[in-house]
């Protein structure tokens, strides 16, 4: 499938390909149900089967869209993020963790684009509050989290913030996904940190990210359809 056929409006294969978007669509939000509820259970098991089938259904719907490679490419390492999260240990952890800034370092180019292309920079003083949060943040988790992973996460939370922050450029739901995606890895972070937490934490953590990746898709799914109209 290529781009060109791939694009709203198009016939053809890419005509073809959008009508399968909307099951893809219906099997994301039917799985994402399944595993919160899961957690809410405490059926491990959902868990397990459920979040690895997560982003590769967005990223399909996301493609069937006609959806930038880029962000497809950052859903694909989000899933492989949420895999290697699903093991106990500390290097899967770090491996997940470079796979999820991978994928942030997609949404950061992909951002870089669509500043490029006649959309309105990234507000500094948006940047600036951002920055002030995490700099608060890491001042207070920093005393708590093992050693080895404090300058780990204090780049991977550096590129984080930097994708949330630029993400307001594709648009206010883009902008709340970046949001919540630094809300959902700061519980993670408190977690490691065994800071106080609130019940059932792992549900949180997937509602935040959960609803991230997706307002992040239609956020930029939406901004790249209007730009492929015609006379747009």
């Not at 399968?20 to 059926?43: E, M, T």
């Not at 949420?82 to 963790?97: E, K």
């Not at 902008?175 to 609130?198: H, K, M, R, V, Y």
Request: proline content about 6%; charged content about 10%.
């Amino acid at each position: 499938m290529t781009a060109t056929a791939a694009r709203p409006g198009s016939t053809g294969a890419g005509g073809r390909a959008e009508r399968f978007a909307r099951p893809v669509l219906l099997a994301f939000l039917l799985v994402a149900a399944a595993d919160l509820a899961g957690l809410l259970a405490g059926a491990e098991t959902v868990h397990l089967v459920a979040k690895p089938l997560l982003m590769p259904l967005l990223a399909g719907y996301a493609a069937l869209r006609g959806a930038p490679r880029l962000l497809v490419a950052a859903l694909l390492f989000g899933w492989g993020g949420d895999v290697f999260l699903l093991a106990d240990n500390d290097l899967a952890f770090l491996v997940g963790m470079g796979s999820f800034a991978v994928g942030h370092v997609c949404y950061l180019t992909l951002f870089g684009r669509g500043e490029g292309r006649g959309r309105a920079p990234a507000p500094l003083v948006t940047g600036a509050g951002y920055a002030v949060v995490l700099v608060v943040f890491l001042v207070l988790i920093w005393p708590d989290l093992p050693a080895d992973l404090r300058i780990p996460l204090t780049g991977y939370s550096l590129l984080l913030t930097a994708m949330a922050w630029r993400a307001g450029v594709f648009g206010p739901y883009a902008a709340a996904g970046g949001a919540l995606f630094l809300l959902s890895d700061a519980l993670i972070a408190t977690g490691i940190a065994e800071w106080p937490q609130a019940p059932a934490p792992d549900f949180w953590v997937m509602l935040t990210y959960i609803a991230a990746q997706a307002l992040l898709t239609l956020g930029v799914l939406t901004k790249h359809r209007t730009k492929h109209k015609p006379g747009a």
